[in-house]
């Protein structure tokens, strides 16, 4: 069985990808192949942010008794995540390419500094508090095969 940190980790990589793919696309204004790997992008971001909001957090938060600070740091970064991508899907839209692109820069950053504090300080953090609660990576890992 793997770790919660293996699991959300490998999911991060998936979503970057589809993200490198979406990029590459738009910035030769493919619109619609570019619409089409944004649109697959953004479906696996919102379903990683949704396994994290409804499955991770809630458990953390239970063990902890408590609102984590690091959960909350994370909640707020996913509003700014969703921010953004629905600016760049307006600016697909509009085949808007240099807004899309500087957009992108933006994400690209956000999702880097993100993941890291997640992959080396919340998911370790998650396997400590949780390992003896394989109910919550196995309902993980199957939202992520679904």
């Avoid at 619409?35 to 942010?49: I, K």
């Avoid at 969703?82 to 950053?109: P, V």
Wanted: with cysteine; aromatic share 6%.
């Amino acid at each position: 069985m793997s770790t919660i940190t293996e699991t959300m980790s490998a999911d991060h990589r998936r979503c970057d990808s589809l993200f490198t793919e979406a990029e590459a696309l738009i910035s030769k204004a493919d619109w619609a192949r570019g619409q089409t790997g944004f649109s697959a992008f953004q479906m696996a971001v919102e379903r990683h942010l949704s396994m994290e909001e409804e499955v991770l957090f809630p458990a953390l938060e239970s063990r902890a008794g408590q609102k984590m600070g690091p959960v909350q740091v994370m909640r707020m970064e996913h509003a700014q995540i969703r921010q953004l991508l629905s600016d760049m899907q307006q600016s697909i839209l509009r085949q808007d390419k240099q807004r899309y692109l500087g957009l992108s820069e933006t994400l690209l950053i956000i999702m880097q500094q993100h993941n890291m504090k997640e992959e080396n300080m919340l998911y370790p953090m998650a396997d400590n508090a949780l390992g003896d609660q394989t109910v919550t990576l196995q309902r993980l890992e199957q939202w992520n095969t679904d």
